[in-house]
């Protein structure tokens, strides 16, 4: 229970980004059927999220907590609130990175997770930690690097499963390397990958088409 935890730590966002975050890990079971490593990796980038933004939050309040005794984050940092809220959203950046790269996603991710995270270097530059007005509203602002970063995932996703698609034509197709482009002829059409454009891992995803086939 969050309330409970402000009365026992000086970190109940912890609590909450451990507990609020946790469908992160049941929606992927659910669409995915398994829980593999970057699930986990997706958790833990929410749960740093979390600390940031509700560190930012608990900001509001902190005068009237310290007259009842509530503890949080923002009490604890105070003055030296701005470095820790930036240094959450860096790990949590990095931990978003790394989730895309064991999921082979393709260049649209990287471009969102590029604006998201100047996204959150504005929230941790600007913001004024005496204002609870501008407080709350980079807090809000966090909706924003959530539908950034979802619409960067689902098209990073979409395009990676277009190159696959596209990899794998059926047993009349021919597929040839010729330096850094896959060309892949099929009947009297032909497709030109440039993988050099791809991010690295992904060239395992195209590349284990060509064992399919025998070559002419």
Known sequence: PYPLMKRITWWPQAWLGLTFNWGALLGWAVVRGDLDPAAFVLYAAGFFWTLGYDTIYAHQDKEDDALVG????????????????????????????????IEALSWPFWVGLALGAAHLAWQALTIDFDDAKDCLAKFRANRDFGLIIFAAAIAGRALRETILRQSNMG????????????????ENASHVIDLASLPTNTHGYVLSAEETYDPP
Do not use: E, M
């Not at 923002?74 to 930036?86: K, Q, T, Y």
């Not at 047993?171 to 099929?186: A, E, M, W, Y």
């Open 70 to 101: 509530i503890k949080s984050t923002a009490r604890l940092f105070g003055a030296i609130s701005r470095p820790w809220v930036a240094g959450f959203y860096a790990v949590s950046i990095a931990l978003l990175a790394v989730t895309g790269w």
């Open 171 to 186: 047993p009349n197709s021919d597929l040839q390397l010729d330096g850094d482009r896959l060309i892949i002829t099929h």
